[in-house]
């Protein structure tokens, strides 16, 4: 079965790390675009960092640019979002997404997601 597993979540001080990661089943996470997404309460769902299967396209947001990179693991069909300098406004659920083809930033053109996991950035 296809399936799309997110975990790494957790809670953790301002200017700390965490390292997501993005499990999957039933496809080879290498041959699909990625988007990982995170919504906060009463906030839309929002693109962090979408990139092609060929790694050609990559879209940034401009807020965690700079902060947080994207990795694979092929071997484990698993691929990382790691965390740097996290800020109290990174505090939201945050999704694993992943399409055939492109990497749009719109959570609407995803075909699998996973349950999330949350983030809470805090003192």
């Known amino acids: 079965q296809v399936q799309v597993v997110e975990s790494g979540g957790g809670l953790v001080q301002p200017g700390g790390s965490l390292r997501l990661s993005c499990a999957a089943s039933?496809?080879?996470?290498?041959?699909?675009?990625i988007g990982w997404f995170r919504q906060a309460p009463g906030k839309k769902r929002e693109a962090v960092l979408c990139?092609?299967?060929?790694?050609?396209?990559?879209y940034y947001s401009t807020s965690v640019k700079g902060r947080f990179t994207i990795s694979r693991d092929n071997a484990k069909n698993t691929v990382y979002l790691q965390m740097n300098s996290l800020k109290p406004e990174d505090t939201a659920v945050y999704y694993c997404?992943?399409?055939?083809?492109?990497?749009?930033?719109?959570?609407?053109?995803?075909?699998?997601w996973g349950q999330g996991t949350q983030v809470t950035v805090s003192s």
């Open positions: 997404a992943a399409i055939t083809s492109g990497a749009p930033r719109d959570p609407y053109e995803y075909d699998y």
């Open positions: 039933g496809f080879a996470l290498d041959y699909y675009a």
């Open positions: 990139i092609s299967s060929s790694g050609g396209s990559i």
